[in-house]
């Protein structure tokens, strides 16, 4: 089975411009997770989108937004960026075929590099 | 959310075991456990969850005492290839805590 794709894997960008990530999950998963990895802050979770829905949400402020598709790709967009939107972006799915008391182990793509100057 | 606790860093030997213990103080009934891995310029891989007492895999160990208030990673004879930060993460689908890994644990094999 092919991993999970992101795209596109390295971004540069200004201040006030707007970025959309695309994230393809692997064939089956229907959860894709986004996540923002600083050195600063570490790995923070963005949202989390399941069968086209918004199913859990991070801290983060409105100008973060994603939506998924019906095939369960999905895709992340930032709004007038700034110059701490720097970071990685990864991008996770999971089948969610298990248990409702028990994760499902999330598989995480590559990451897309974006640098806001 | 329940908050875990790891140590920052840690430093070992290449051929000793490692264990890096995380605190969960307020781990609710339903949650488990799970370990991450990561290397640089990588998203997080998975390698071992549990519920309780012990759980072995071809990669690791991780022990959970009764009272499930911290969990200890266990890494056999470690390799330089070993150098990456762990991460400890209690959740529940239910809860959404699943998502949540905080800083994690920077480990430095040395040879």
């Known amino acids: 089975k092919a991993g999970v794709t992101q795209t596109p894997r390295y971004l540069i960008k200004t201040r006030g411009q707007q970025v959309t990530l695309s994230c393809s999950p692997i064939s089956g998963h229907r959860s894709v997770s986004w996540y923002q990895q600083t050195p600063g802050q570490g790995l923070q979770f963005l949202f989390e989108y399941f069968s086209e829905t918004q199913r859990n949400k991070g801290n983060f402020p409105g100008r973060f937004s994603g939506r998924q598709f019906s095939n369960s790709r999905s895709e992340m967009n930032v709004s007038t960026l700034e110059l701490g939107d720097s970071a990685l972006y990864l991008c996770?799915?999971?089948?969610?075929?298990?248990?409702?008391?028990?994760?499902?182990?999330?598989?995480f793509g590559p990451g897309t590099r974006l640098t806001v100057l | 959310l329940a908050k875990t606790t790891q140590p920052i860093s840690m430093d070992s030997y290449e051929g000793q075991e490692v264990n890096i213990t995380c605190s969960h103080n307020?781990?609710?009934?339903?949650?488990?456990i799970t370990w991450y891995q990561q290397f640089p310029s990588q998203g997080p891989r998975f390698i071992i969850q549990?519920?309780?007492t012990k759980v072995t895999n071809e990669v690791a160990s991780l022990f959970i005492p009764a009272d499930r208030k911290s969990s200890t990673l266990s890494l056999p004879r470690v390799s330089l290839s070993d150098t990456a930060v762990y991460y400890c993460l209690v959740g529940d689908k239910n809860t959404g805590n699943q998502f949540y890994f905080g800083t994690g644990t920077s480990l430095t094999v040395i040879p």
């Open positions: 549990g519920y309780k």
């Open positions: 307020n781990i609710a009934t339903n949650d488990y």
């Open positions: 996770a799915s999971s089948s969610t075929s298990g248990s409702p008391w028990r994760p499902d182990t999330q598989y």
